[in-house]
T-cell receptor, first 114, second 111 residues
Framework: NAGVMQNPRHLVRRRGQEARLRCSPMKGHSHVYWYRQLPEEGLKFMVY????????ESGMPKERFSAEFPKEGPSILRIQQVVRGDSAAYFCASSPEGYTDTQYFGPGTRLTVL | TQLLEQSPQFLSIQEGENLTVYCNSS?????LQWYRQEPGEGPVLLVTVVTGGEVKKLKRLTFQFGDARKDSSLHITAAQPGDTGLYLC???????????FGDGTTLTVKP
């Protein structure tokens, strides 16, 4: 039973480029969450999605960031026109229907903006 | 405003010692989770507590949820070097879905 998969594990972008981070939830899980962990800080909630729906995006920056979880395929976190302050570890978590309290995390994508 | 305060922030002890990590809040949570995170990896779920006053044991780890569901503690007995890592507590508020994380306790157990 594969866990939450994230790719790429490491991503390097230059300022102004786009970053696309992918997350495949655990089999049977229909809830996906994205968190950001800045150096020396804890995890901060960004967005909560179900299939084809954004449930809560209260933690997402208002500009340049977007997320989707299509009917087919992985969830995507997209950052346009990256800046150095976007450098962080981005974690995806998933939970099954009815058990949203219990979230299983992927290994993360470490984004470095040069 | 930090909803969940963890203490201590850093803890360095000798192998065999006992320790307790605290997670406090002024908010009520429907459940609280404890995770352990190693460098370069994602958090790994250790336990979920949902009932006020609940105590759960996982080998040498004992987790307690406060009666009012606002705080929790993690106690490790006879710590081992393999326990070294970042311990994170996270709370979920009723029907919120998202988890609110504390800033973590970095534990180092020296052989």
């Amino acid at each position: 039973n594969a866990g939450v998969m994230q790719n790429p594990r490491h991503l390097v972008r230059r300022r102004g480029q786009e970053a696309r981070l992918r997350c495949s939830p655990m089999k049977g899980h229909s809830h996906v969450y994205w968190y950001r962990q800045l150096p020396e800080e804890g995890l901060k909630f960004m967005v909560y999605l179900q299939k084809e729906n954004i449930i809560d995006e209260s933690g997402m920056p208002k500009e340049r960031f977007s997320a989707e979880f299509p009917k087919e395929g992985p969830s995507i976190l997209r950052i346009q026109q990256v800046v150095r302050g976007d450098s962080a570890a981005y974690f995806c978590a998933s939970s099954p229907e009815g058990y949203t309290d219990t979230q299983y995390f992927g290994p993360g994508t470490r984004l470095t903006v040069l | 405003t930090q909803l969940l305060e963890q203490s201590p922030q850093f803890l360095s002890i000798q192998e065999g010692e006992n320790l307790t990590v605290y997670c406090n809040s002024s908010s009520v949570f429907s459940s609280l989770q404890w995770y352990r995170q190693e460098p370069g990896e994602g958090p790994v779920l250790l336990v979920t507590v949902v009932t006020g006053g609940e105590v759960k044991k996982l080998k040498r780890l004992t987790f307690q949820f406060g009666d009012a569901r606002k705080d929790s503690s993690l106690h490790i007995t006879a710590a081992q070097p393999g326990d070294t890592g970042l311990y994170l507590c996270a709370g979920v508020r009723t029907n919120a879905g998202k988890s609110t994380f504390g800033d973590g306790t970095t534990l180092t157990v020296k052989p």
